[in-house]
């Protein structure tokens, strides 16, 4: 199951992108796919063709997980 992730780095903008497991508390990076900024544009150091990048975890300040729809789904039960 894949986890979108919000990046906060150091001196930079944050990065939006995928991740396949969440990081351990020994990893020293994260391998982040489909990387780009918060409203969806390339980044600027980035080649256009990047679709993967290795993120070292000491630049970052801090992660978001942003939940997705399936983690939001709602059960309810309805008594006629």
Do not use: A, C, W
């Not at 351990?24 to 990048?53: A, C, E, F, M």
């Amino acid at each position: 199951m894949t986890h979108t992730l919000i990046l906060h780095i150091v001196n930079e903008d944050p990065i939006v992108g995928e991740v396949d497991d969440l990081p351990g508390t020994t990893d020293t990076l994260i391998q982040v796919n489909n990387p780009r900024r918060r409203d969806g544009k390339d980044i600027h150091y980035l080649d256009s063709s990047v679709v993967s990048i290795l993120m070292p975890v000491s630049r970052t300040t801090f992660i978001e997980i942003v939940p997705s729809e399936i983690e939001e789904e709602i059960i309810s039960f309805v008594k006629d």
